[in-house]
């Protein structure tokens, strides 16, 4: 974090993941993200002053229009929606800026790390680095699973790892667990029997699924239930960013009548899929070993096929196990701010 430009007051509110890539950026980079920040950020005493003396109009603060008028219509709930407002109001002012800053992040990082804007002398960047990171179309277009370039040495040590997992493994991989703050969890400490919150919904997690892939990376699967429906969230770390998926599981007849037998005669499936007049194209390819954390069951052979449309906000995955069974989810990025209240059942 030595490189940050940013003041301390701010860095402190921002979240690590964050601010960990805040530090590998130019100084100018730093500066036009504090600025944007700034202008979008809402604070916690603005918010209390409209929620006790403009009516609540603290959800017309933090732009969430749809619960405003809700809230006026029903009084606040007949007063008891105001009362429990009081003590979640500084929590909804960090999710809204926790979006914020991962939104203007987003943005700076297009801009200053793939190319789109060279970075000066002054900021101490080579031209290296900066053709180097122009040329960084797949990470522009794949932000879900950005490979990075490996060298000689590091290509031998994954076809170690690849000639290794040719056998059934016995347990998963052992991951490096992120430090869980009590106060604060996150979407990244997600574990089966966990709770989480989110499109106004709670969820209930009721199966966990680790992949360890032929190339060294690992995922995480984790199944959510409510009284209506499923989802399935997908966990990927790319080094300190998080990305989050979520997707319903679909009939992969409904995808394509001949996807199935199209698979099974040229052991991969069409380069592009139409499905509710969205197309998807295919990203990325993967094989490896599927691990059942909530049943402990032995592991399974996998091989995986990742779509995105044009705008990398829709996803597709279609699964082939063991060679045999087939599962297709679609669905779309999700921001890992838009998950809250991530905590235990019991």
Do not use: C
């Not at 430009?5 to 921002?14: D, K, M, N, Q, Y």
């Not at 080094?239 to 998926?245: D, E, K």
């Not at 052991?267 to 909530?294: A, C, M």
């Amino acid at each position: 974090m030595g490189n940050l430009i940013l003041p301390p007051s701010l860095t402190r509110e921002l979240p690590y993941a964050v601010t960990a890539q805040l530090s590998e950026l130019p100084q100018e980079a730093q500066r036009e993200f504090f600025e944007e920040y700034n202008r979008n950020a809402r604070t916690t005493s603005i918010g209390y002053i409209l929620h006790l003396l403009v009516f609540g109009t603290h959800y017309a603060y933090l732009n969430q229009w749809l619960l405003q008028f809700l809230y006026w219509f029903t009084a606040g709930g007949f007063f008891i929606w105001t009362f429990i407002d009081l003590f979640r109001i500084p929590a909804m002012i960090e999710s809204h800026n926790n979006k914020v800053a991962d939104q203007t992040l987003r943005h700076v990082l297009v801009k200053y790390r793939y190319g789109l804007k060279k970075p000066t002398t002054a900021d101490a960047i080579s031209d290296s680095n900066y053709s180097s990171a122009k040329g960084s179309r797949f990470m522009l277009r794949t932000p879900y699973d950005l490979q990075k370039k490996n060298t000689k040495k590091d290509n031998h040590i994954h076809l170690e790892k690849r000639s290794i997992t040719k056998i059934r493994p016995i347990a998963p991989r052992i991951l490096d667990a992120p430090e869980a703050d009590p106060m604060r969890l996150s979407i990244v400490n997600i574990k089966a029997g966990y709770l989480v919150d989110f499109d106004l919904t709670t969820w209930e997690t009721v199966q966990e699924w680790q992949f360890d892939w032929d190339n060294g990376n690992s995922g995480k699967e984790f199944r959510l239930i409510n009284e209506k429906e499923t989802l399935h969230l997908y966990l990927r770390n790319e080094g300190t960013q998080l990305h989050t998926i979520l997707a319903r599981k679909v009939n992969i007849h409904s995808i394509d009548r001949e996807l199935e037998e199209e698979i099974q005669t040229n052991n991969r499936p069409p380069s592009v899929l139409n499905y509710q007049e969205i197309d998807y194209f295919r990203e990325n390819t993967k094989t490896g070993w599927r691990h059942e954390l909530t049943a402990k069951t032995s592991a399974n052979k996998l091989t995986i096929w990742e779509y995105f449309d044009e705008t990398m906000t829709f996803f597709m995955r279609v699964e082939q196990i063991e060679n045999q069974t087939y599962k297709v989810t679609v669905g779309e990025v999700i921001s890992p701010f838009e998950f809250s209240n991530v905590l235990p059942k019991e």
